[in-house]
C-alpha cells in the first residue's frame, strides 16, 4: 500500500472505519474514560488493579474476564452517595456472582435478581432478603414461592397471571409480600430495539395507554397476601439522554395520581429502573451518577408538584454503570489476517482465542467497543483492525473497528474494555468452548471469583451412552 504523510489509514485504498473514530498518535496509549479507574500501561504492558495482565495470564490463561475490585466499589459507593434518598439496587442480571453480591452487601446496595437462578446467588452469599428485589417476565410458581418463603424485600409483577399466581402462593404460605407494579410508560428510548423496555409492543409490564395498569393496581390492592408497595418503570438499556425519563415519570406519577384520586390510596414508592449508559468507545459521553441524581431528582420534584401530589420514596437499579467499565477480557491474538476487499481496500483481521461465547453484544446488538495491545510497547504505527473470535460464525466479531499496532501478531494479548456487563452473563459454550474466568483483581493480588469451566464441566451433562 503507498504510504501517506498522514498514517496508514489515510492511504489510497485503506478502510477507515466509522466517523467518530480517530487515529491515534500513539497506538500504544490507552483512552482513560474507556477503563476502569487502576487501569494504565507499564512499560506497553497493561496493568489493572496493580497486576500486570501478561502476569495474570501467565498463571490463570486466556481468555479471562479480568475485574477491578477497587473500581466496582467506588461505582457502587458514587450511585449510593449520590442517589442517598434513594434505595440504589445493583440489577444484578449484568453480572452476579457470590463475591459481587457480597461487595455490594458490603457498600450499602440492595440487589435486584431476575431468576431462581440469580436469587440463589444471593442467598449463597448470605445476602439480606429484605433488600432483595424480584423481577422477571414470567416467574414461576417455584420461584415465587421460593422468593416469599425467604422473605425478599419487593416482587415486581409483570402479569395478570403473575398476580393470580403470587395470591395462590401467599395463600398456601400464610404470608404477606410487598409488590410493584410494573408499568409501560410508551417512551421510546434512543437505544437498540432489543434494550428498549417501554415502548407498547413488548413483552414487558402492563400499559398505562390500555388501562391495563390500572387495573393491576386495582388486583393487587385488592389481593388478600399482597401489600402494594408502588410503582414500577424501565425505559431500556445503554441511555444517555435524560428526556427518556422525563417522559416516563410523567407518565408514571400521572398514573400515580389518578390511583390517589379514584381509589384513596397513596402509593409509598416508585422505582425509575436503570440502563444507563457506559463509554464503550469515544463517541460514548455518560453522565456520572452525580448528574443523573439532580436530572431525575428535578423531573420527578417537577411532576409530583404540577400534580399536586407528595413525592413518592424512588428507587433506581444501576447495573451496567456500576459493573460495565470495573472489567476488561484479555485474550491471545492467534492469527492476524490481511483480507483484500472490492475497490482495491482492505481489511486486517485479528482472530483471538475467545469470541461471540464470552461476549455476545456485538453479534446481538451491533455493539461497538474498544481494545489495546496489553502484552508490550509497540514501536510501529497504527493500523485500521477488526478483531474476530474463534467461532464458525461470520458474525463472531469482537471489535468491529480499531487501531492496533500495525505490527500485532500472534501470541500478543489484545484486552477489550468496558466488558462488565452482560458479557459473562450471556456467555454461552458455543462450539464447546468453555466460558471463562473472572480474575478478580487488587492491589496488586489476583484472586479467581468464577473459575474457567473444564472441558469435564461440559461432558458432565452430557449422559449419553458413550459405548452404545
Not at 413525592?311 to 459493573?323: F, H, M, N, Y
Not at 453484544?361 to 493500523?383: E, F, I, K, M, Q
Request: aromatic share 6%; charged share 25%; hydrophobic share 40%.
Amino acid at each position: 500500500m503507498p504510504s501517506h504523510e498522514a498514517g496508514w489509514a489515510h492511504a489510497d485504498g485503506a478502510l477507515k472505519g466509522p466517523s467518530w473514530l480517530r487515529e491515534p498518535t500513539d497506538s500504544n496509549a490507552l483512552v482513560d474514560h474507556l477503563w476502569s479507574t487502576t487501569a494504565h500501561k507499564v512499560d506497553g504492558v497493561l496493568e489493572v488493579g496493580g497486576v500486570l495482565l501478561t502476569d495474570l495470564v501467565a498463571e490463570h490463561g486466556s481468555p479471562a474476564y479480568v475485574l477491578d475490585e477497587a473500581d466496582f466499589r467506588a461505582r457502587a459507593a458514587a450511585f449510593r452517595d449520590a442517589f442517598s434518598s434513594y434505595d440504589v439496587f445493583y440489577a444484578g442480571k449484568a453480572f452476579l456472582c457470590t463475591a459481587i453480591a457480597r461487595w455490594v452487601e458490603q457498600e450499602g446496595l440492595n440487589l435486584d435478581v431476575c431468576s431462581g437462578g440469580e436469587l440463589s446467588v444471593a442467598e449463597r452469599a448470605a445476602f439480606p432478603p429484605a433488600r432483595i428485589g424480584f423481577h422477571g417476565n414470567n416467574k414461576s410458581e417455584d420461584e415465587l414461592r421460593r422468593a416469599v418463603a425467604l422473605g425478599v424485600g419487593r416482587i415486581i409483577v409483570d402479569s395478570f397471571d403473575e398476580i393470580d399466581r403470587l395470591v395462590a402462593v401467599t395463600a398456601e404460605l400464610g404470608a404477606t409480600t410487598r409488590v410493584m407494579v410494573r408499568v409501560t410508560a410508551g417512551v421510546e428510548a434512543h437505544t437498540h430495539e432489543y434494550i428498549a423496555t417501554a415502548h407498547e409492543d413488548q413483552k414487558f409490564g402492563f400499559s398505562i395507554t390500555s388501562g391495563d395498569a390500572f387495573e393491576a393496581v386495582l388486583r393487587v390492592q385488592d389481593a388478600p397476601g399482597l401489600e402494594l408497595l408502588g410503582l414500577h418503570s424501565h425505559i431500556g438499556s445503554q441511555i444517555f439522554d435524560s428526556s427518556g425519563f422525563e417522559v416516563a415519570a410523567r407518565r408514571v406519577l400521572a398514573l400515580q395520581a389518578q390511583i390517589s384520586e379514584e381509589i384513596g390510596v397513596t402509593l409509598p414508592e416508585m422505582d425509575l429502573g436503570g440502563g444507563f449508559g457506559i463509554a464503550y468507545t469515544t463517541q460514548d459521553d455518560p453522565s456520572d451518577a452525580a448528574q443523573l441524581a439532580t436530572e431525575m431528582s428535578k423531573i420527578v420534584e417537577h411532576e409530583c408538584r404540577a400534580l399536586g401530589i407528595p413525592e413518592p420514596r424512588l428507587s433506581i437499579e444501576p447495573g451496567r454503570a456500576i459493573v460495565g467499565p470495573a472489567m476488561c477480557t484479555v485474550y491471545e491474538v492467534g492469527t492476524v489476517k490481511r483480507v483484500a476487499l472490492d475497490g482495491g481496500a482492505n481489511r486486517t483481521y485479528v482472530s483471538v482465542d475467545g469470541g461471540m461465547s464470552d461476549n455476545i453484544r456485538t453479534a446481538l446488538y451491533d455493539a461497538d467497543y474498544s481494545c489495546t495491545l496489553a502484552s508490550r510497547r509497540s514501536a510501529a504505527g497504527p493500523v485500521l483492525v477488526r478483531v474476530v473470535g474463534k467461532h464458525c460464525e461470520a458474525g463472531d466479531i469482537v471489535v468491529k473497528d480499531e487501531f492496533l499496532p500495525a505490527d500485532v501478531a500472534p501470541g500478543d494479548l489484545v484486552a477489550v474494555p468496558g466488558t462488565g456487563a452482560y458479557c459473562r452473563s450471556m456467555a454461552s459454550n458455543y462450539n464447546h468452548l468453555t466460558r471463562p474466568p473472572v480474575i478478580a483483581v487488587r492491589d496488586g493480588l489476583a484472586r479467581v471469583v468464577v473459575r474457567r469451566e473444564s472441558i469435564e464441566d461440559l461432558l458432565a451433562t452430557d449422559v449419553g451412552a458413550v459405548d452404545g
